[in-house]
């Protein structure tokens, strides 16, 4: 996880986003431990979550709230496309 952090924040990337089967309780721990918050629910139907984290660890509310206005907009056009 570190190894991707670092190549995030060299490629200038904001924020991390998994999607994690919601019944994966060693998955969301395993985000949890490494700084990951349950963000939404990615796909309700098949029953994923979906997690986030700012790879740079400083939570700015702007950042935060174009992450989760893209983060929605790409679940509705997934769900679209489908």
Do not use: K
């Not at 670092?6 to 969301?28: D, F, I, K, P, T």
């Not at 918050?37 to 700012?54: I, K, Q, T, Y």
């Amino acid at each position: 996880m570190q190894q991707l952090l670092e190549a995030a924040r060299a490629a200038g990337l904001g924020w991390l986003y998994g999607n994690v089967l919601a019944g994966n309780l060693r998955m969301a721990g395993f985000m949890r431990r490494h700084g990951f918050a349950l963000a939404s629910p990615c796909d309700a139907e098949a029953g994923v979550e979906r997690w986030e984290r700012a790879v740079d660890e400083r939570p700015a509310r702007r950042r935060r709230a174009i992450g989760h206005w893209l983060g929605r907009w790409l679940d509705r056009e997934w769900a679209a496309a489908r």
